[in-house]
Each structure stands twice: as structure tokens, then as C-alpha cells.
């Protein structure tokens, strides 16, 4: 993909983000001008680059939304949420081509018919929103507009699409331009008509179609429809979508007069001879054009046009007529045989001959860059002349403007025509007026009238002059550097504090110092072999000193990766608002969403990782937590509820919490619920405390639509959230009142690459667990074991502590061995909020890890989170104690 | 070799005419609003040909044409590439100061006569 | 009123207006194969032009006159 490309999408993305980041606010503050211009501003610059590529529906959907917000800005409709839909909606949409132009890679978009009318449907409702409500608002104006206009419009109507940018002549096929150059140059006039009736004009009692066969014959002509014609059935008949484009042996001022009372539906180009001299067809290689060149250069010097015409007819029989090289001896041959001494277009032609063999520009000025332009800007100098102001800046237009024209002129090689410039600019400085300078220009030039006549009459001399000294810039300078399309980017552009970064290179830099720190742990392994194999010791102190160092260096390297690994949880915040938003709209709930803590941050994975739960807790608590507003009037709350979702760190921690101000969630429900569901039994109904309660609803299988996890129709249960929050060594809690609301509180390591594990033995195997889980390793005494009705247990600081042995567990047929003194080795893991103690022959140290989850079917296997290399190249399982049980 | 400063608050089309232009054999900087403009302008101007869009944050194209034909610096031509087409957004470009007005989208073909018809062979009066 | 609608085909007589577009319509979707005789238009709206493009009939004669001929032959014969 092309660089350009590249930006455009990822500035796309950021701007889309912001769009939609502008616009909640927006609904807080609807009279913030300042955000109503930002917002504006991000449209309007969105469209324009999508403007620089071919992706019309895009720029049509954009272009529909930059003209409702400029409505919203003046003023003349007032911000609602019923804007705020279609705009979110239309960007929507721009965030899937986006999608789209970055699968195809390429950088095209291939037509696609469903794409456009959703475009069309899209750019539709965002116009209805402007008319109606402007109609609604000022009657008048709208209907009265098209009739008191006195000029044609010279642009096309705000709501086609790109298709208007490219010059229209390119598409008259080559024969009907030449048959209106011949015409023009006999004298006839000829227009270039684009007409565009507006949808609503048959109700107007308009007969576009009369209108248009009332003209004379046209020399070219195209009817097509503005968007993709309906099936059939589906047409419309009544609604006008025509566009008759036509090129008319017409002046265009009787033309302007026939369409009088419709100017802004017609687009009226007064056709010149050079415009329509335009090659087309295809590029072509192999032509000896080099030598071709050489000899109608002479030629063209020395006006010998017979010459110049017999090489032209030698070089077209040799190539094939549809390439561009070939329309361009046609051409050529026209103009020569008709207006022999219009050297300049000879030139031009020439030029574009060149060009297309991609032959260097080094020997003659480029003339049809100096043809055109020259008489556009001198015709605009003289329109910023003819400016009656006087503004502080004055004498520094007046200086921009006599350097406009200086290069004009000199860059067409005219520059004896600047002769008293100086002195009328420097008049016109002391009078502190334009009229000096302006009176230079109305004399030593007659300006064309604005826009008709790209090629004011200069003298021919102009192409046999001698080229102009060797700096002229533009191709020539730029020949021995070109450049490779937007190499340079990386040393021009002010050094960026911030560089995006490919998330797969992060992902492998953190691998490799997983590997690193893999390997680093073998030393102590090779320290103890020099020692006890080999029977150094002096080694194996160096070896021991060599791996502190290395020990340090890579904690530290593995800090520094992990920090660039750091994401702000406003990565999966700024979700929220919509989210929010829109979620409440459907409920028919108000809801004030507080954020905050957005800039604490946390491994990537782990910010991922909390997304999905996130977005079930904010359904819950909006579909099931929050009441209605009538509900919350009648208990005395205010209408809008509130949802509070704040991070903060905690040590190695993050806590995210997520609270609202709802109806809180009764103990007693959740009890019959769980009760009626088999969860519990009978007893454990009349013992279990209300927050022991309130933690069924993490239980598998309790969803209840009634109460809690119904998550807006979804079934899915709290139990599938707590699930998600475990997988990255997460946990969870939940404190509610009710009548006054639920706040849920997510605890999350803020890393999850490297795990430190403590390795424990058991028959005779070793296994880690992590020691995110274990609370404390203790040693007890055979005796200190009770059985409680076949459940072991014993007594830890005053408190019962169930014990089960891992052999058990992993239904290893052994009995744990105890040590020496007959202890048995505990390990206590903390499962939520309850202890539990795991009996093992031994504890060992513990261990910087990398898990690698099971793959394959093993990744079926429950009860192991994972499996490591350890520095001695064996592989160590990791026991997952909750799933165990 | 010419510089040509290039403002524009979108990225992609900074992008876009520093490709076109440097291609052409011109040096561009660019600037992402009129403020970094006037600030560029001071540290590493004036410049042969001011590129400059209409609606920007913090200064808007106006605004900076303004600012710039109010320095008693040598005044180079400036183009004000707007999206709007209307009259009246062209003469507001021209009081600001523009001397040529230049309608979006803009294609390379079209642009560069026109870089080159300003940056002729005047130098800055 | 300038419609003669004769079995399988419907013959244009003389012009049509706006009104005739929805009765044109109709008739080409009750017979996508259904012919259209052009000959004796002298004109027709622009309604009337939008449903030919739209459905583009079976045209088994097109107008004598050779001005609303020659602009229909081009809307519906070129490519888009």
C-alpha cells in the first residue's frame, strides 16, 4: 500500500474516533461553539482527503455530513440528538470502507451497487435532516433562491458526487472535440453544458427533457442518471435523477439565456480550441519518439510546417491508433492543417508526446505549464487590484501581487512586458492604494475575461524565443533527484515525539526477552553443575556473578518493553459513551456516564482482555440495574441515572469499578432464585449471608432474566464475565444495597506476560502455580489434620481452612509424602474469597515464567493454566487451582 | 532549489502536494496551522510560495495570509486551496491576501502550472 | 394522450406527458417483454425518458422525428 494511503486511513481512523468522541459531548454541551467548530472542522477534513482518492461513496456520505454540520455551526438548525444519529450512522459507514480499502489493499474500491445506494440512503437522510429543518425554519428562503439568482452556477450541485473534478472535456471522445476545434476555429462558438435537473423539478411542471431537445444538435452528448437507476419496480418515476451533459455549437451566453430561470442546474463551460487538444488513449513504449522529437523540434523552430506534418504522418502510421502518443499527432496534424501558426499548441502537443515516452523535459521551456496558468493569474492579480479595501496588510498584497505577476510573466518568458512595474508598485505603496498598479496592469495587458479564455493572445514569438536561463524551476531542476513516491518522509517531517509502532513487532520483542529471561535462568543450573559435576567452584561463584547482572539487565529490559506495552484504559473507555448512549436510547433510560482514571494504564492484553466483560457489566447495569426515569422519579431519585466506570492502580494491580445508582440487587431474590435453580440446597438458603448471596450470581447456570444477567436478551450469564476476568488472572466482586445501587469491582494484574510461579513437587513431579493465587505455603503437622465428614481440614490463624491433597486431584494414585518431622507442605490458594489448602510433597523457589497456553487438544485439559520452559530446558506444567476443583 | 511552505491541518494532504511538489523538484515544509506557519515563517522563512488551506485550527488560512502580508518581509505569491467554489469565499480568500484561489480536490496536473506560473523566475520583490 | 396499447406492444402516438410516465411504467413491468412502437412520438417528458432508461424496453421502432430520436438513441444505447 502507497504511503498516502496509508496516512489517509490512519488519519481517518483518528478523526472518525474523534468525530464520534465530539459529538456525546456535544449532547452534554449543544451550545459549544468551539466543539461545533472542531467537529465541523474534522468533517470537512476528512472529506477533503477522501477527496484525493476514487472513493466516491465516501465522499458523498461525508459530504452530506459536512453540509448538516455547517448548518448545525451557522446556527440555522440547533444541535439534537436526532442529528446525532445519522452522523454517528454516516461515520459508521466511513469506518467500514475504511475497513474495507485497507482488506482490498490497494488502494481501490471496487464498485459495489449495495454500497452506493447505502451511500445514497445515508447521504439522503442527512440532507432530509438540513431541508427539513431549514424549511421548517425559514419557509422562504429555499423556494425563493433559484429564481432571483442571475448567474449560471459555475460548479456542480453540492450533493454529486466526485465525478464532476475532472476536467469534463477529458471525456468527449477525441472525434467530437476535434469536430467542435474545427468549428471553433472557423469562428462557431461552442459550449460544454452539464444539466443537472433537481429531483423535485417535474413537480415544478419542468420538462428537463424539451428543455434539452430544444437545443441545436449537439456534437456530443450523454444522458445518464445521477445515481445507478432502481429496479424497476422500485422506481420512482416522479423523482428526477437525469443529468444530460452535451457539448452545444452554441455561444455560451445564449445558452446561459436559454437556461435563465434554472441557472444553478446548469454547469456552462465556454469551449476554446486548446482546451479540447487533449491526448488521450493509452501510454506506449518502443516508438522511436526520441528522434521524432528531434526533428519536429527543428521543424517547429523554423516554421517549416510541411516537415513537421510529414514526420507526424510517418511517426502515426507506425503506432497504433488507439494509443495517447497517436491522439497526439492527430491532433497535431489538425492543428497544423488548420491553424498552421499556432505554434504554442504544436509545442503543447509535442510536450505531451515527450511526456508520455517519458523522455526528460531539459531542452525546451514547458509551454503548456506557461500557457494556461499565466492568464489565470494575471487575471486574478488584477481582480485582487480592483479590490476597493484598504486593510492594514495592504502594502503587503500589493508586494504579493507585483511578485505574482513578475513570475507570471517571466516564467512565459515575457519579462520586457514588466517594464514601469516597479514604479507603479511603489506608487501605489505611497498612495496606500491599489489604483497605481492597477492602471499598470490594465495597460500593458488586456486581460481576458475571467475563466473563458485560458490563452490570451500572446505573441507567437513566445515558443521560438530562447529558453529562459537555466534555474527555471519545475522539471528541470528536479531531474537529477527525483524521487521515489514519499521516500523522504522520514527526514523532513518535525521529529515526532510518538511513533506508531506495529503491534506484531511489540509482541515479538516480548517474546524474545521471554526467551532471554529463559535462558538467563539456566545460569544458576550451570553455577550448580560447575560446582557439583565438575568441581569448580571458583566458576561457579563467577557464573552466579555473571547472572546477577545479566539478572538485572533483563528485569530491566523486560520493565522497558513492558511500558511500552502500556495502554491507557481509555482504550477500551472511549467505547463506553456510544455504548452507553445508545444502549440507554433503546431502554428509554437517561443516563449520566461518569469516566474516570482513563489515563491508567496496563499491559495491552489485559486492557483487551477487558473489553467484552465490560461491555456486559455496562448492559447489565443499564438494563437491569438502572430504573426507568418514571420508576426513579417515584422513588425520589433524580431522572437520570448514573453509571460511574473508574480505574485507578493499586500496587501491581488495576481496579476498575463500575458502579451505578440503581435499584441495587435484593439478597433475598437472588436466594429463592439460586434455591429454585438447584443451586443451593434447602440449607445453605437459610445460611448463607446476603454478600455470600449476592456472589451467587457468578455462579454458573444462574442467569435469571428477571434479575440480573439477562444482559438486554443476550442469556449470558456473570458467571461467562467472571470466567473472562479469571483467564487473565483476574477477580471480581460485587456489593450492592438495594434501592440504591451495584458496583462491581474488577481487580486485574497489570501485566500478564511474565507469571512468577512457585514450583511445588508431588509424586515426584514438579508443577507451578501461580503466585498471583497463593496466599501462603505452611507446613502442618499430620496430627493438626482433621476429617470432617471425609472433607480435611485444619485450623489457620483461627480459621477453618479446607485441605485437599494435588494427588488426589490429578487423581495420581499416591499419597502425598510428608517430610522428616511428619509436616505436611500446604499450599493455601485463595479461590474469590475463600482459602483452600492444597497438599504437596514440597514447595519449592519460585520462578519468572512465560505461560504458553496448552495448545491443541491438551488446550482442552482443565485444570492447568498453562505450560513453561524452565532454565533447565524442562518443560514445568501450571496448575490453574480453580478449575482443579 | 525553491521552498515551498505547505499548511494544512490534514496530514494526508500535506502528504499529497509535499509528493507532488517534491517530485516537481521543489523543497516543501509544512505546517499544520496558521500558528506553526508564522512560527516556521520566523525561524526558517520567508519562503518562495505559501501553499495554504482555509480551515484550520488555532489560525485559519485567513488569518495567516493576513498576518503575512503584514510583515515587512519580501511577499511571495500564495495560494488558498479551499473546497468552497463560491464567489464570495474567493474575493475573502483574495482580500486575506491569496493570489491565486484554488478549488479542491486538486490534481497534479493542475497544480503544478500554477506552482510554477507563481514561482516564475521573480524573486520575492 | 398518446398511448395504443395492442396486445404485446404499446404504440406511441403523438406525445407524452408527465402523467403518461406512471401508465408507461406500468405497462413495461406488467410486459418486460412487451414492445414499444416509437414512431409516431413527437416528444416525451423527461419522466417518460427516466422510465425507458430505467427498464430499457424492446424498442421496435423508434421516432421518425429525428430530433427526440437521436437523443433517445444516445441515452439508451450508451454504456455506462
Request: hydrophobic share 40%.
Amino acid at each position: 500500500m502507497n504511503p498516502l494511503l496509508d496516512q489517509f486511513i490512519s488519519e481517518s481512523r483518528d478523526a472518525i474516533q474523534s468525530i464520534g468522541e465530539r459529538l456525546m459531548q456535544l449532547e452534554n454541551t449543544p451550545d459549544d461553539h468551539e466543539l461545533m467548530d472542531e467537529l465541523f472542522r474534522l468533517v470537512h477534513t476528512l472529506k477533503g482527503n477522501s477527496g484525493l482518492f476514487d472513493f466516491p461513496e465516501m465522499t458523498r456520505v461525508l459530504h452530506g455530513a459536512e453540509d448538516l454540520m455547517d448548518t448545525v455551526r451557522d446556527g440555522r438548525i440547533g444541535y439534537s440528538q436526532s442529528l446525532a444519529d445519522p452522523l454517528l450512522e454516516a461515520m459508521d459507514f466511513v469506518s467500514a470502507l475504511l475497513d474495507e480499502i485497507l482488506a482490498g489493499g490497494d488502494g481501490n474500491l471496487p464498485a459495489d451497487a449495495e454500497r452506493t445506494a447505502a451511500a445514497v440512503a445515508l447521504t439522503d437522510s442527512l440532507r432530509r435532516l438540513i431541508t427539513a429543518r431549514a424549511e421548517q425554519d425559514e419557509p422562504e428562503t429555499t423556494a425563493a433562491e433559484p429564481l432571483t439568482a442571475s448567474t449560471p452556477a459555475t460548479h456542480a450541485r453540492p450533493d454529486d458526487p466526485a465525478d464532476d473534478v475532472t476536467d469534463p472535456t477529458t471525456r468527449i471522445p477525441e472525434a467530437a472535440r476535434m469536430d467542435a476545434y474545427r468549428r471553433m476555429v472557423q469562428g462557431q462558438s461552442c459550449s460544454w453544458l452539464s444539466y443537472r435537473p433537481e429531483e423535485e423539478c417535474f413537480f415544478k411542471g419542468e420538462d428537463p427533457f424539451y428543455q434539452i431537445t430544444q437545443l441545436p444538435d449537439p456534437l456530443w452528448r450523454r444522458v445518464s442518471a445521477r445515481e445507478p437507476w432502481p429496479a424497476p419496480d422500485a422506481l420512482d418515476a416522479y423523482r428526477c435523477l437525469l443529468h444530460f451533459e452535451c457539448v452545444i455549437p452554441m455561444d455560451p451566453r445564449e445558452l446561459t439565456e436559454h437556461f435563465r430561470y434554472i441557472p444553478d442546474q446548469v454547469e456552462i463551460i465556454p469551449l476554446q480550441p486548446a482546451m479540447l487538444a487533449i491526448p488521450t488513449g493509452e501510454t506506449h513504449d518502443g516508438l522511436p519518439v526520441a528522434e521524432y522529437l528531434e526533428t519536429a523540434k527543428s521543424h517547429l523552430e523554423s516554421g517549416n510546417h510541411d516537415g513537421l506534418a510529414r514526420a507526424s504522418r510517418l511517426l502515426l502510421e507506425l503506432s497504433s491508433p488507439e494509443l495517447k502518443v497517436a491522439s497526439a499527432l492527430r491532433w497535431l496534424l489538425l492543428v497544423l492543417g488548420t491553424q498552421p501558426d499556432d505554434t504554442r499548441l504544436q509545442q503543447k502537443l509535442l510536450d505531451d508526446i515527450r511526456r508520455g515516452a517519458g523522455i526528460g523535459d531539459d531542452t525546451a521551456p514547458v509551454l503548456e505549464d506557461t500557457a494556461a496558468p499565466d492568464a489565470d493569474i494575471i487575471s486574478t492579480q488584477a481582480e485582487i487590484l480592483a479590490l476597493e479595501d484598504t486593510p492594514p496588510w495592504l502594502p503587503g498584497r500589493l508586494r504579493a501581487v507585483a511578485a505574482s505577476l513578475r513570475a507570471a510573466f517571466t516564467q512565459a518568458g515575457q519579462q520586457a512586458r514588466l517594464e514601469g512595474m516597479d514604479e507603479a508598485l511603489r506608487a501605489a505603496l505611497e498612495q496606500k492604494a491599489s489604483s497605481p498598479l492597477a492602471r499598470w496592469l490594465a495597460d500593458h495587458v488586456t486581460p481576458a475575461p475571467v475563466g473563458v479564455d485560458p490563452a490570451p493572445a500572446a505573441p507567437s514569438t513566445v515558443a521560438t524565443e530562447p529558453a529562459p536561463t537555466p534555474a527555471t524551476p519545475g522539471a528541470t531542476t528536479g531531474n537529477g533527484e527525483a524521487r521515489k513516491f514519499g521516500r523522504r518522509l522520514e527526514d523532513n517531517y518535525a521529529s515526532p515525539s510518538a511513533i506508531k509502532v506495529d503491534q506484531a513487532k511489540i509482541d515479538r520483542l516480548m517474546n524474545l526477552i521471554g526467551e532471554m529471561i529463559v535462558a538467563k535462568n539456566a545460569l544458576p543450573y550451570l553455577a550448580a553443575r560447575a560446582e557439583t559435576v565438575f568441581g569448580v567452584r571458583e566458576l561457579s561463584r563467577e557464573i552466579k556473578g555473571q547472572y546477577g547482572t545479566l539478572n538485572r539487565i533483563a528485569d530491566e529490559m523486560q520493565d522497558a518493553i513492558m511500558q511500552v506495552r502500556l495502554l491507557p484504559v481509555s482504550f477500551v473507555f472511549q467505547r463506553f459513551p456510544r455504548l452507553v448512549r445508545d444502549t440507554a436510547h433503546k431502554l428509554g433510560k437517561e443516563v449520566r456516564l461518569v469516566l474516570e482514571g482513563e489515563s491508567t494504564e496496563a499491559d495491552k492484553n489485559v486492557i483487551e482482555s477487558l473489553a467484552d466483560p465490560l461491555v456486559h457489566i455496562i448492559r447489565n447495569s443499564l438494563d437491569h440495574g438502572l430504573e426507568t426515569p418514571e420508576e426513579r422519579r417515584a422513588a425520589g431519585k433524580p431522572m437520570a441515572g448514573r453509571l460511574t466506570i473508574s480505574a485507578r492502580s493499586e500496587s501491581d494491580r488495576v481496579v476498575i469499578e463500575i458502579a451505578d445508582d440503581g435499584r441495587g440487587i435484593d439478597p433475598a431474590a437472588i436466594r429463592r432464585k439460586a434455591y429454585e435453580k438447584g443451586i443451593i440446597d434447602e440449607q445453605a438458603l437459610e445460611r448463607l449471608t446476603d454478600q455470600e448471596a449476592l456472589n451467587l450470581v457468578f455462579a454458573p447456570g444462574f442467569s435469571t432474566a428477571a434479575q440480573v444477567s439477562d444482559l438486554s436478551g443476550r442469556g449470558v450469564g456473570m458467571d461467562v464475565v467472571r470466567t473472562a476476568v479469571a483467564r487473565v488472572n483476574g477477580s471480581i466482586d460485587l456489593k450492592s444495597r438495594p434501592g440504591e445501587g451495584t458496583r462491581l469491582r474488577l481487580s486485574l494484574p497489570l501485566s500478564m506476560a511474565v507469571t512468577n510461579v512457585m514450583i511445588i513437587v508431588s509424586a515426584g513431579q514438579r508443577f507451578g502455580v501461580s503466585m498471583d493465587a497463593v496466599a501462603e505455603t505452611v507446613r502442618v503437622a499430620r496430627t493438626d489434620i482433621q476429617c470432617i465428614k471425609h472433607q480435611m481440614t485444619t485450623v489457620l490463624r483461627g480459621r477453618v481452612v479446607p485441605l485437599v491433597a494435588l494427588n488426589d486431584l490429578l487423581a495420581l494414585d499416591e499419597a502425598q509424602v510428608p517430610n522428616d518431622d511428619g509436616e505436611m507442605a500446604v499450599v493455601v490458594v485463595r479461590i474469590e474469597n475463600d482459602f483452600l489448602g492444597i497438599i504437596v510433597d514440597d514447595c519449592r523457589e519460585t520462578v519468572d515464567i512465560i505461560l504458553k497456553p496448552l495448545a491443541g487438544f491438551l488446550g482442552n485439559l482443565r485444570g492447568y493454566a498453562g505450560s513453561a520452559l524452565l532454565g533447565d530446558g524442562s518443560v514445568l506444567l501450571v496448575l490453574n487451582p480453580r478449575e482443579l476443583l | 532549489m525553491k521552498r515551498i511552505l505547505v499548511i494544512d491541518d490534514a496530514a494526508t494532504v500535506r502528504l499529497y502536494h509535499r509528493e507532488i511538489l517534491e517530485q516537481a523538484g521543489f523543497a516543501v515544509i509544512e505546517a499544520i496551522n496558521g500558528l506553526e506557519a508564522l512560527e516556521k515563517l520566523e525561524m526558517e522563512g520567508p519562503f518562495d510560495l505559501y501553499l495554504v488551506d482555509i480551515n484550520m485550527p488555532k489560525l485559519d488560512g485567513y488569518g495567516f495570509l493576513k498576518a503575512l502580508r503584514e510583515k515587512d518581509i519580501p511577499q511571495a505569491p500564495a495560494i488558498m486551496i479551499s473546497t468552497e467554489s463560491s464567489p464570495r469565499d474567493r474575493e475573502a480568500a483574495l482580500v486575506a491576501g491569496a493570489n491565486l484561489y484554488v478549488v479542491k480536490p486538486i490534481r497534479p496536473e493542475q497544480l503544478l502550472p500554477q506552482v510554477r506560473g507563481l514561482l516564475g523566475e521573480g524573486h520575492p520583490s | 394522450m398518446g398511448i395504443e396499447i395492442d396486445d404485446n406492444t404499446l404504440r406511441v402516438t403523438d406525445m407524452l406527458g408527465v402523467e403518461d410516465a406512471e401508465i408507461l411504467l406500468d405497462w413495461l413491468l406488467k410486459h418486460p417483454e412487451g414492445n414499444l412502437d416509437l414512431a409516431g412520438c413527437t416528444h416525451l417528458h423527461a419522466a417518460n425518458l427516466q422510465v425507458l432508461m430505467a427498464t430499457r424496453p424492446r424498442i421496435t421502432a423508434w421516432p421518425e422525428d429525428a430530433r427526440p430520436a437521436d437523443w433517445l438513441r444516445h441515452a439508451l444505447n450508451q454504456e455506462e
